[in-house]
């Protein structure tokens, strides 16, 4: 693989955002209420300053920075601030096994996981599950915007990494006196987290410079209590030759676990005409105990002359939480093309002896591997 043809795969894939709309007026866009009702973000305005800060449940740069919105909010509540985080696609999905949404419900449990979790206080609101808000305004999970009570962008941010929305504030609304600080706040101590890439019987290792792909439900608005992530090697993207990785992921916002006493979890392939697979089926070893939260992972060997269009995966599994078990079989089209979530794989495809979850970002090129 040539070196332009890689970086412009990891452009596609892994490349940042375009910066974060700045100036202007807030564009027409619908999101979601805390309790499902659809409005217009301009609606939430209502003549006064506003800040929208974007989140999601696996944003390590979020996590640290939501402190300094929950201090601002106090500070302003009394000059009538709005104060708004905004629900959006997983940054890093598979991180404490949380999978990205597959419709509205699922996202606004994404949205109360988290306002439990962060203990917040500001109300939050969501994207709609098209993703109208992320795509629309360019951000990332950690941007900012100051709204003005005319609806004007202000101020926007792409990362909120320092006191650029402090300055932005005291300059449009006004200073405070004796700012509240972080560390006054009873916010929750947010536990390290294990990143897991090493095999095992229900698991795969993952080189680094696996591109995440695609992948649509057949039927959305249905709970898939496992689902399914599936990433490719770059040069199966570019050429329909190299190794596909699935993974199926019982979604944690559903309470959901394997049931290691019923039937193995299994999978089935069904590739287009020109396409071999191996194996284009698997059956899933048992995990520890008579149930476990472990992802079931695995190899599937691409061989095309071109990359396929699509690939169907049909899922055979025991559904289980704390009140039901039942059998399920559910699908996904799978598309050899990378995700638009704005999502990265963030350290489970590091080595084991490698600095994980730390937040560092290797080159564009050094994601995707060596060139060929």
Not at 76 to 83: C, L, P, Q
């Amino acid at each position: 693989m040539s070196l332009d043809t890689t970086t412009a795969l990891a452009q596609r894939a892994f490349g940042r955002r375009p910066i974060v709309v700045s100036e202007g007026p807030l564009p027409d866009i619908d999101v979601l209420t805390e309790t499902g009702q659809p409005i217009k973000v301009r609606d939430l305005i209502d003549g006064r300053y506003t800040v929208l800060k974007t989140g999601c449940l696996t944003c390590p740069e979020f996590f640290r920075a939501y402190g300094e919105v929950e201090a601002a909010s106090i500070d302003y509540a009394d000059k009538e601030v709005n104060f708004y985080y905004v629900m959006q696609s997983l940054r890093h999905p598979e991180r404490e096994g949380y999978v990205q949404a597959q419709n509205p419900t699922e996202r606004l449990r994404h949205l109360a996981e988290a306002k439990k979790k962060l203990a917040t206080r500001v109300p939050w609101i969501a994207d709609a599950i098209d993703d109208s808000f992320r795509v629309t305004m360019r951000t990332n999970s950690n941007s900012v915007f100051l709204i003005s009570p005319s609806g004007e962008i202000v101020y926007a941010a792409d990362r909120m990494n320092d006191d650029g929305l402090r300055r932005a504030l005291t300059r449009h609304v006004g200073p405070v006196e004796n700012a509240t600080s972080v560390h006054e706040l009873d916010l929750p101590r947010l536990q390290r987290v294990r990143l897991v890439n090493a095999p095992s019987d229900v698991r795969v290792e993952r080189p680094e410079g696996m591109v995440i792909l695609s992948t649509t439900a057949e039927k959305p608005a249905d709970t898939y209590y496992v689902k399914l992530r599936a990433e490719g090697e770059p040069k199966l993207l570019e050429t329909g030759k190299g190794r596909l990785f699935l993974g199926f992921y019982p979604d944690p916002i559903h309470g959901a676990k394997w049931n290691n006493l019923a039937p193995a979890m299994k999978y089935e392939l069904t590739l287009p005409e020109g396409v071999a697979a191996t194996p284009a089926g698997a059956e899933a070893k048992r995990g520890p105990g008579d149930s476990d939260t472990e992802p079931r992972q695995f190899w599937v060997d691409i061989a095309a002359e071109e990359p396929p269009s699509e690939i169907v995966v049909t899922l055979h599994y025991y559904a289980c939480t704390a009140t039901l078990c039942e059998a399920k079989s559910h699908r996904y089209t799978l598309t050899l093309e990378p995700e638009d979530k704005n999502s990265r794989t963030f350290g489970f495809n590091r080595g084991q002896r490698r600095r994980s979850g730390g937040g560092d970002r290797p080159s564009r090129v050094q994601r995707l591997g060596p060139t060929r």
